[in-house]
């Protein structure tokens, strides 16, 4: 964990060299999901609800995931750019030092300029919450808490099998786009709008249902069963078969680069 | 002119190396769109008369939007140019006969063409394929369809002229990434990628619809679903040829100021 903060540290330093780059940048991040949120206020503005959501329950669902998308993006960005770390051999590097080998991918790179994204999530979120009819208690309180950092292990879960398949294939699949970006850019709006068909592919095969859809429900009032707050948890599990993969990626791993 | 003709052909093959990449590109375009669909549908049921345009008209709408993305895409940046920038490889560029502006004008039209052209065909044969009002429909009209395709022309050039100005520009900041997220997110939501321009609320449109941006992918494609129609189309059209004017001028000013007094850096 010292080494951790350590490496933090490093990053910020290195950062703060470029202050009216690392400034826009951060705008520029803000600026990127703003026109998502642009455009759900659109969306809303002529149409009032959509599969009996409303515009300020969407808006809440949307928050959270966000917020998880950027807490995973931002600790584990170093996956994100795994494709090149094994294209020009740095891997190699990495695998003769004494520490673990995830450990140091995720400290090798800290997104700080994604807090342009958090702090555009969280003052969306307060917004939502301000605006939502929600009825708070206990319960109510301790599932918004369990989706976020439910959704930040499952994205961080993506991601890590996003890294795992470029040892396979030595280049990052744009495919993957589809669960990372895509996730957040689709998770905007709560997982039953498109359909029973994805619907159960995001509870089954990728578990974004499990921390979006369905502690949702309990969440603003749409069903009373508290149970469903606690899916979050059930969903982190998707976090051991990403694992599993890595694993196997490494045993897999042929060093390339010079 | 022949100088220009085979730097966009090497481009151009070079961007054709990249097969497995334009594989990938596709199924995810194509999960993308489908997504879009879903989601417009969910809208659509819940209020059918607040729906702006045919639901028909919308699906060929996203159908095009995502199988001519490398046409219009504004945040498809190309690094090498920047990178020639930053770390002062641009010395070389500078030193050949040919003039710079028009050379990265046509590096980025065979950059974007190549890739598009690869990836279009199958996207919207799948599209076709579909089953009714999620298809890709095709217009009534031999006329429409040749409108279309002038008017895509033109928002793809205004598309790369918008581009230029932000190379032009990056003269001025060492490092690009503020100015390209700034401005690839204005274009973005103002060019109707995120929600197209007709959802917008009726004064807010009529302004956007003005816009440069608004000459880049919703005219055409809103040509061929038939959502503008009759003169609307040719006043539309101008614009677009007007747009592409000014940013043109725009860009050459720019970027000969900033060659005028260019420190390169790096050594």
């Given amino acids: 964990m010292k080494l951790y903060m350590k490496y933090v540290g490093i990053h910020i330093r290195s950062m703060m060299q470029y202050k009216i780059s690392f400034l826009f940048t951060s705008i520029g991040q803000f600026l990127v999901s703003f026109n998502v949120f642009l455009g759900i206020v659109f969306m809303f503005k002529r149409f009032s609800n959509v599969e009996s959501f409303t515009y300020s329950e ?58 342009g994204r958090i702090v555009q999530a969280i003052v969306m979120f307060c917004y939502a919450v301000s605006k939502s009819q929600i009825h708070w208690n ?8 369990l989706m976020i950092a439910g959704g930040t292990v499952i994205f961080a879960g993506v991601f890590i099998i996003y890294a795992s398949l470029c040892f396979f294939t030595l280049d990052g699949l744009e495919f993957m786009n589809v669960f990372t970006d895509g996730a957040r850019e689709y998770g905007k709006y709560p997982i039953n709008v498109y359909g ?3 619907l159960r592919l995001c509870t089954y095969i990728i578990p974004f249902a499990l921390f979006q859809y369905y502690p949702f429900l309990y969440l603003c009032g749409k069903s009373n069963q ?33 | 002119m022949k100088k220009y003709l085979s730097f966009f052909r090497m481009r151009f093959i070079n961007g054709f190396q990249y097969r497995i990449a334009a594989l990938a590109g596709i199924i995810t375009q194509f999960v993308w769109g489908m997504m879009e669909i879903l989601m417009f549908r969910a809208f659509y049921r819940a209020n059918p008369s607040a729906f702006p345009m045919e639901f028909s008209a919308l699906s060929s709408y996203v159908w095009f939007q995502q199988a001519f993305l490398a046409l219009f895409m504004t945040w498809f940046w190309e690094k090498e140019l920047f990178e020639s920038i930053k770390t002062g490889n641009i010395a070389y560029e500078l030193c050949r006969p040919v003039d710079i502006y028009s050379m990265w004008f046509v590096r980025g039209i065979a950059n974007r063409a190549s890739k598009a052209i690869l990836r279009c065909i199958p996207i919207l044969l799948t599209g ?71 959802f917008l609320p009726d ?9 440069p941006f608004a000459a880049m992918q919703n005219v055409p494609f809103r040509i061929y679903s038939q959502d503008i129609s009759g003169s609307d189309i040719y006043q539309a059209m101008l614009l677009q040829v007007i747009w592409l ?16 007094s260019l420190t390169v850096q790096g050594g």
């Fill in chain 1, 58 to 115: 969407c808006l809440m669902c949307f928050s959270i995931v966000l917020l998880a998308f950027s807490f995973a993006e931002c600790f584990f960005r170093g996956f994100d750019e795994f494709a090149s770390m094994i294209g020009n051999g740095e891997f190699d590097r990495i695998m003769i030092r004494p520490r673990g080998l995830i450990f140091q991918v995720i400290s090798s790179k800290l997104e700080l300029t994604r807090i």
């Fill in chain 1, 138 to 145: 206990l319960y109510r309180i301790i599932t918004v808490i």
């Fill in chain 1, 196 to 198: 029973k068909n994805v």
């Fill in chain 1, 226 to 258: 508290v149970s469903l707050g606690m899916l979050p948890m059930l969903g982190t599990l998707f976090i051991i078969p990403c694992s599993g993969l890595w694993r196997l990626g490494i045993r897999h791993y042929q060093s390339t680069g010079s």
């Fill in chain 2, 128 to 198: 076709y394929l579909l089953p009714s009002p999620y298809r890709l429909v095709l217009p009534d009209h031999l006329s429409v369809f040749v409108l279309f395709l002038m008017s895509m022309l033109l928002g793809f050039l205004v598309v790369v002229a918008y581009g230029m100005i932000i190379y032009g520009l990056t003269f001025y900041t060492v490092n690009p990434m503020g100015i390209r997220m700034v401005s690839q997110s204005l274009a973005e939501f103002l060019s109707g990628a995120v929600i197209p321009l007709p």
């Fill in chain 2, 203 to 211: 004064k807010i449109r009529a302004v956007v619809e003005l816009l």
């Fill in chain 2, 245 to 260: 004017i000014i940013l043109v001028t725009v860009g050459k000013i720019i970027m000969n100021k900033a060659l005028g």
